[in-house]
């Protein structure tokens, strides 16, 4: 499993940079989500591009965060497994559709950068772990800790292929099988996933049941933006991600020439 390295980003050589670039994209448009910020203001709500959401401070009075946003959608997902990123243990989901989704064929990417939003809803047998979990039910606001950007995705039926990759997830190979048992004519969705750290305690759903509750797989509009990803430590730095990647692409090769039907979706 990967672990997080205290390396800051100007260790990073040149070569290591511009690999940075042609993965994730530079030049052009991308400069300007390069430059974008988070700031406090106050005042008349802004026509620029970039959003504008509106918190109430201690003294009541309204306070306009002016972001670039990169997401507003939220991934339901086991809260083991958000923690598990968050410590860099892990850079995969795997992911079947939920019950209230709308998803002939399979996991239905929406959005490929999004919160978490941690839930223990199928998840009761969980290897001992026994954190309290916030409960809209009972009126508790649900925290976001990590923004995930999607790097690359596949799709498969073969089981064999979740024990195969065992060194890129913190999860027992039974916990994920259980999960893709789940409509067992349908394949289950591989996302390798980036992660990104957000400021602690700065990011909370209320609690709605009616509208953030329920089996499905996303929520598709927050009531507020979460800065881009550009502007957020990464969990993992540079030279331990292009790592990861690395033996993952390795390992996905390996598979598909022992004849393991994996198909690589477009992101």
Same mark, same amino acid.
């Given at each position: 499993?990967?672990?997080?390295?205290?390396?800051?980003s100007?260790?990073?050589?040149?070569?290591?940079f511009?690999?940075?670039?042609?993965?994730? @994209? #530079?030049?052009?448009? !991308?400069?300007?989500? %390069?430059?974008?910020? +988070?700031?406090?203001?106050?005042g008349?709500?802004? /026509? &620029?591009?970039?959003?504008?959401?509106?918190?109430?401070?201690n003294?009541?009075?309204?306070?306009?965060?002016?972001?670039?946003?990169?997401?507003?959608t939220?991934?339901?997902?086991?809260?083991?497994?958000?923690?598990?990123?968050?410590?860099?243990?892990?850079?995969?989901?795997?992911?079947? @559709? #939920?019950?209230?989704? !709308?998803?002939n064929? %399979?996991?239905?990417? +929406?959005?490929?950068?999004f919160?978490i939003?941690? /839930? &223990?809803?199928?998840?009761?047998?969980?290897?001992?772990e026994?954190?309290?979990?916030?409960?809209?039910?009972?009126g508790?606001?649900?925290?976001?800790?990590?923004?995930?950007?999607?790097?690359?995705?596949w799709?498969?039926?073969?089981?064999?292929?979740?024990?195969?990759?065992?060194?890129?997830?913190?999860?027992?190979?039974?916990?994920?099988?259980?999960?893709?048992?789940?409509?067992?004519?349908?394949?289950?969705?591989?996302?390798?996933?980036?992660?990104?750290?957000?400021?602690?305690?700065?990011?909370?759903l209320?609690a709605?049941?009616?509208?953030?509750?329920?089996?499905?797989s996303?929520?598709?509009?927050?009531?507020?933006?979460?800065p881009?990803?550009?502007?957020?430590?990464?969990?993992?730095?540079?030279?331990d991600?292009?790592?990861?990647?690395?033996?993952?692409?390795?390992?996905?090769?390996?598979l598909?020439?022992?004849?393991?039907?994996?198909?690589?979706?477009?992101?």
């Amino acid at each position: 499993m990967f672990t997080s390295s205290s390396a800051s980003s100007s260790s990073i050589g040149s070569s290591s940079f511009l690999l940075q670039n042609h993965l994730f @994209g #530079g030049g052009g448009k !991308n400069d300007d989500v %390069g430059r974008c910020f +988070l700031k406090k203001t106050r005042g008349s709500r802004s /026509t &620029s591009s970039r959003r504008q959401l509106r918190r109430r401070g201690n003294n009541n009075k309204s306070i306009a965060i002016t972001e670039c946003v990169t997401a507003k959608t939220a991934l339901k997902e086991w809260s083991k497994t958000e923690k598990a990123i968050e410590r860099g243990e892990q850079v995969l989901l795997f992911r079947k @559709g #939920g019950i209230n989704d !709308n998803n002939n064929g %399979g996991f239905q990417i +929406l959005e490929n950068q999004f919160v978490i939003f941690p /839930t &223990s809803f199928h998840s009761a047998n969980n290897g001992g772990e026994s954190d309290a979990m916030p409960d809209m039910k009972k009126g508790d606001s649900v925290p976001f800790s990590i923004v995930c950007r999607i790097t690359r995705a596949w799709q498969t039926s073969d089981k064999s292929v979740i024990k195969a990759l065992e060194k890129f997830h913190a999860l027992r190979e039974d916990e994920i099988v259980s999960r893709v048992n789940y409509k067992p004519n349908e394949p289950y969705s591989i996302l390798e996933v980036r992660a990104y750290v957000l400021p602690k305690d700065e990011y909370a759903l209320p609690a709605d049941v009616e509208k953030y509750g329920g089996c499905k797989s996303w929520i598709e509009k927050l009531p507020f933006g979460i800065p881009d990803t550009t502007t957020l430590p990464p969990v993992l730095d540079q030279r331990d991600w292009l790592i990861s990647q690395s033996d993952l692409k390795r390992k996905l090769e390996f598979l598909v020439a022992t004849g393991v039907e994996i198909k690589e979706l477009p992101i």
